[in-house]
């Protein structure tokens, strides 16, 4: 059998509590994800994905439900063991890539690891190797302004990957992309899957990229109207 990396059970979710604004976004989410699966969350705008988003990433909390992540209830931690957990356990890819300005592409890769108090030699190491697996060695002195849109998001994969995650999670990694670049970005996406066993999460609206994963999750009013597709354990 394979690990089960994500494990949501009941996940509500509501703001204004108590108030008559009071909204309910997330309707009883229950998801699981395993190890080495390449899967995408899809939805409309207001479908509640981003909500789901920040919950799998520990940048938010469930009001009900758990949320267990390689076994870890991470909706008990506080906010400093939340904090660790998205260092090393989460690698994320935004559509704006948050790369930070006037430093290198490879202080950029180097910098999850400095939180985790990596050693100097070996973050060198790592963030030299990782620039490569991207394709983007000969830019590693190169800063933020000096490269492309497709070349950030190169960058900005390699940072994610930084700290072996055990989860992926790319929010509309292509959106700030053209279609060839995005393209470029997708097939490192199922590089990184195919060589490297990357567990990756793939939030989008774009049922076209979703087509090209392995697994659909469709959410639509806050809950999950569809899971298609090969699940990773499906053949043990």
């Known amino acids: 059998m394979s690990k089960t990396v994500i494990s949501m059970r009941g996940i509500i979710k509501r703001y204004y509590i108590g108030k008559p604004n009071e909204l ?3 309707n009883g ?29 520990a940048l938010d909390r469930p009001t009900e ?5 390689n076994g870890v209830d991470i909706s008990t931690l506080n906010d400093v ?11 994320f890819v935004f559509q704006t890539f948050n790369l930070i300005s006037r430093t290198s592409a490879l202080k950029n890769v180097e910098m999850p690891m400095m939180y985790a108090g990596i050693p100097r030699k070996e973050r060198l190491r790592r963030a030299e190797e990782l620039l490569a697996i991207v394709d983007m060695a000969d830019r590693a002195d190169h800063q933020p302004n000096e490269l492309s849109g497709g070349q950030k998001q190169r960058v900005a994969i390699a940072r994610a990957m930084a700290n072996h995650p055990s989860i992926l999670l790319a929010d509309e990694p292509t959106g700030a992309l053209d279609s060839k670049t995005g393209r470029l970005i997708m097939d490192l996406f199922h590089k990184l899957h195919r060589e490297e066993g990357t567990t990756i999460v793939l ?5 076209e990229l979703a087509a090209e994963t392995e697994r659909i999750v469709t959410i639509s009013d806050g809950s999950i109207i569809g899971d298609t597709g090969v699940k990773a354990d499906a053949a043990d």
């Open 24 to 26: 309910q976004i997330l």
């Open 81 to 91: 063991e939340l904090s660790r957990i998205r260092n090393k356990e989460i690698g």
């Open 29 to 57: 989410i229950d998801l699981d994800v395993q190890e080495g699966e390449f899967l995408s969350i899809v939805g409309q705008s207001g479908s509640g994905k981003s909500t789901l988003m920040n919950m799998i990433g």
């Open 65 to 69: 439900g758990t949320y267990c992540l």
């Open 203 to 207: 939030i989008t609206h774009s049922n």
